[in-house]
């Protein structure tokens, strides 16, 4: 009997590539964390703008993020070293998810087919038990109040809405062109802001005031 040769087994492919040893959780940041107290090693510092006392830092290694999935883009504003806003783009609708979280949210309606819409439809609808946003809205804003937090999730369904706003809408990273973008910031943030400007405001006029010399 003559015995056959052994079949060589096929080379099995190797698929090599870089699994990264860390990972960052969106869920870790909290408002009014310390800058020092933070890992931004997947930010980038994008720089300080009106006074040293006001930076902003976005999101740099997507891949390093846990929740990519349906997350696009992160920003951190920080005023004294402090986060006082975390504004997040995402890459889904997320509405009823932060209605059923968040609890009823005040809503505002920017343009005027949505306005008009609303001339013979309800903002809201009630299915299976739950309120749900009326489904033929494409642009209005929910906002939220807590203790010490305000939040904000705007949505732009609009196909054209990409094309038709003006780039001065992307002012410090603050990008209402995407569809949809949510915003936590500190109740106080607007006040914080506005000296901030004023500061800048009197810097930039030579109105800081200096130390008198001793006589």
């Keep these: 009997m003559v015995e056959s040769e052994p079949k060589k ?3 099995i492919t190797r698929v090599l590539a870089e699994m990264p040893d860390y990972y960052f959780q969106f869920s870790s940041l909290e408002l009014n ?3 020092k107290d933070l890992d931004l090693r997947v930010f980038k510092h994008y720089g300080e ?3 040293d006392d006001f930076s902003i830092y976005k999101l740099h290694r997507l891949d390093y993020l846990v929740e990519s999935y349906f997350i696009e883009d992160i920003n951190l504003y920080f005023i004294d070293s402090l986060l006082v806003k975390i504004q997040v783009y995402l890459r889904e609708d997320k509405t ?3 209605l059923n979280r968040y609890g009823m949210a005040k809503i505002y309606i920017t343009d005027y087919h949505n306005k008009k819409l609303l001339e013979s439809e309800r903002v809201l609808s009630y299915q299976k038990g739950k309120y749900r946003i009326n489904e033929n809205l ?4 929910l906002r939220w109040k807590a203790d010490s937090m305000d939040i904000e999730y705007r949505v732009n369904k ?3 809405s990409i094309k038709i706003q003006a780039a001065s809408n992307t002012t410090l990273l603050d990008d209402n062109r995407k569809r949809y973008k949510l915003t936590f910031q500190t109740a106080d943030y607007d006040h914080q802001m506005a ?3 004023w500061e800048s405001y009197k810097e930039s006029r030579g109105l800081v005031a200096e130390p008198a010399e001793e006589q």
């Design 49 to 51: 703008f009106y006074t």
């Design 96 to 98: 009823q998810e932060f």
């Design 33 to 35: 964390q310390h800058l």
């Design 195 to 197: 000296w901030i400007k």
């Design 138 to 141: 494409d642009h209005y804003i």
């Design 9 to 11: 087994e096929e080379p």
């Design 158 to 160: 609009k196909p054209d």
